[in-house]
Nanobody
Framework: QVQLRESGGGLVQPGGSLRLSCAASGVNFSRYWFYWVRQAPGKDLEWVSTINPTGDYTNYLDSVKGRFTISRDNDEMSVSLQMDSLKSEDTAIYYC????????RGRGTQVTVSS
């Protein structure tokens, strides 16, 4: 069973960058697909990005393509989300999860994009 813990959020101005990290504990980390999902205030949980077990397949929500980059380090048992050119609409709690619907996600990390 893999348990997840997110970190790296914060307050950033529009156009800025943040790097989120997801630390995993448990066994068989390298067998899992991982996902980043987010929840903006008053909105439903939204899928953001996917990465396969070997890291050679990634996918992104259209609105973050070209701005966000997902990666993983199986030796370190971690998944990252590099977020560049941030916009106010990226403001949300970001979660690392074991499926696209947010199953098994951690407690999340708050990202606030504001001037």
């Amino acid at each position: 069973q893999v348990q997840l813990r997110e970190s790296g959020g914060g307050l950033v101005q529009p156009g800025g960058s943040l790097r989120l990290s997801c630390a995993a504990s448990g066994v068989n980390f390298s067998r899992y697909w991982f996902y980043w999902v987010r929840q903006a205030p008053g909105k439903d949980l939204e899928w953001v990005s996917t990465i396969n077990p070997t890291g050679d397949y990634t996918n992104y929500l259209d609105s973050v393509k070209g701005r966000f980059t997902i990666s993983r380090d199986n030796d370190e048992m971690s998944v990252s989300l590099q977020m560049d050119s941030l916009k106010s609409e990226d403001t949300a709690i970001y979660y690392c999860a074991k499926d696209k619907s947010g199953l098994g996600r951690g407690r999340g990390t708050q990202v606030t994009v504001s001037s």
